[in-house]
């Protein structure tokens, strides 16, 4: 018997949902055939088959929560998946003996109704904790063997709050009916999830943000001047996100707060940049992570970025691709934003906003030019970055964009 067991789903991830089953009980499967989807805030993951006989039990539904190294099932070897043992025949009834003459015995209390005294999940206990929801409200718990799960929690939060029962009960209220042209749509665990990790970024950390305006024309000048000769050497075309990646990493080794966290009540300060960039996929938005992106070079850089790009789009990242950042770069202008607040992605402690590359008359050396200025936006954990660094950080990054040479010198 080998069990199918939820693998490590990686740093901060604590759960997933199961998605959907590729197989049915008493199936033949394959060694490393996929037999179960799951989806976390991140990514959909596939459990595969450890061993190859017949899927004998499932004992997750689709749709529950399951947390790493729990077991989802049971592979039986061979042919056959092992068949329900029936039901034992009720013993045929005897007339009982009549009791001894005596006092009257008096009856055990009946025991009472079968109820679940395990314990909520790790995430559901944390979202209960944080909305002082009491163990005992949930009564429709749906995890195995009656476990509150972090799906109860949500839909029990979704629920209204009860009012106090006036002296005339009034009729419940009717839920609004859907207007012409109108659609509802549940929404996913995975996008209940994102949606509250977004609002926990904002409720955990002291967010603020800064802003600043790049003159982007240096860097066009550049990029136009060795575009070619860049894509005929490497294989890569030049991106104006390679040049953003290496002025972060400068002003990141000038301001190390911005690449720490909060652990407790300690900062934990990076000697490395493993910057995450936010590319669009097929379920959202998603931030893989370019390790040791200090150590590279602007073609290496391209060629990690693009091959990320690829993946996402095909739905292929992995777990590892996603966690370990200290620090993000998200480019609203590919979707023609012009300037936006980003959110952090926790633990981090800053995330850099670029947006549209816009035509404005600017002052330059008294006279009024026409310039490609783009608008960048830095938020920033006020718990360990003070304004001056964050601004000066910004400021930082404007100038080794100006002055792409500073970048090229490492100064």
């Known amino acids: ?139 429709d718990a749906t995890g195995k063997d009656g476990r509150v799960t972090k799906g109860d929690v949500l839909a029990f939060l979704s629920k209204p709050a009860a009012a106090p029962a006036p002296a005339a009960a009034a009729a419940p209220k009717a839920p609004r009916a859907a207007s012409e042209g109108e659609e509802r749509v549940k929404m996913t665990r995975l996008r209940l999830t994102i949606a509250r990790r977004l609002k926990e970024a904002q409720n955990t950390a002291a967010m603020l943000t800064t802003f600043n305006e790049v003159d982007m024309g240096a860097a066009m000048a550049l990029r136009a001047e060795y575009k070619d000769a860049f894509e005929k050497k490497h294989g890569v075309k030049l991106g104006f996100m390679s040049f953003f990646v290496k002025a972060c990493v400068a002003a990141l080794k000038e301001f190390p707060a911005v690449n720490a966290e909060i652990d407790g009540d300690e900062v934990v300060y990076k000697h490395f940049v493993h910057m995450g960039i936010a590319v669009g996929g097929p379920s959202g938005l998603v931030v893989p992570v370019v390790r040791d992106a200090d150590q590279m070079s602007f073609a290496t850089i391209e060629k990690t970025i693009g091959a990320y790009g690829k993946k996402a789009r095909d739905g292929a990242l992995k777990l590892d691709e996603l966690t370990g950042g200290s620090f993000t770069i998200t480019n609203g202008g590919i979707y023609g934003s012009l300037m936006s607040t980003p959110i952090l992605n926790p633990p981090q402690s800053g995330i850099l906003g670029m947006h549209k590359i816009q035509d404005r008359p600017m002052v330059v050396g008294g006279k009024i030019e026409i310039r490609p200025m783009m608008y960048i936006a830095l938020s920033y954990d006020h718990r360990i970055v003070d304004g001056k660094e964050a601004v000066s950080f910004l400021v930082r990054v404007k100038e080794s964009i100006e002055d792409p040479r500073r970048l090229m010198l490492d100064l």
């Open 1 to 139: 018997m080998t069990d199918i067991v939820v693998p490590p789903l990686g740093e901060s991830v604590s759960s997933a949902t199961i998605a959907r089953w590729m197989k049915k009980v008493g199936e033949a499967v394959a060694a490393d055939e996929p037999l179960v989807e799951l989806e976390t805030d991140k990514v959909t993951v596939e459990v595969n088959a450890a061993a190859a006989g017949v899927l004998e039990s499932i004992d997750a539904a689709e749709g529950a929560e399951v947390g790493p190294g729990a077991v989802l099932g049971r592979i039986a070897a061979g042919g056959a998946a092992a068949a329900p043992k029936p039901a034992a025949a009720p013993a045929p009834q005897t007339e009982a003996p009549k009791p001894a003459p005596g006092p009257v015995p008096t009856p055990a209390p009946a025991p009472a109704a079968a109820a679940s005294n395990l314990p909520p999940g790790p995430a559901a206990s944390k979202l209960m904790a944080e909305n002082n929801v009491a163990p005992g409200a949930i009564t």
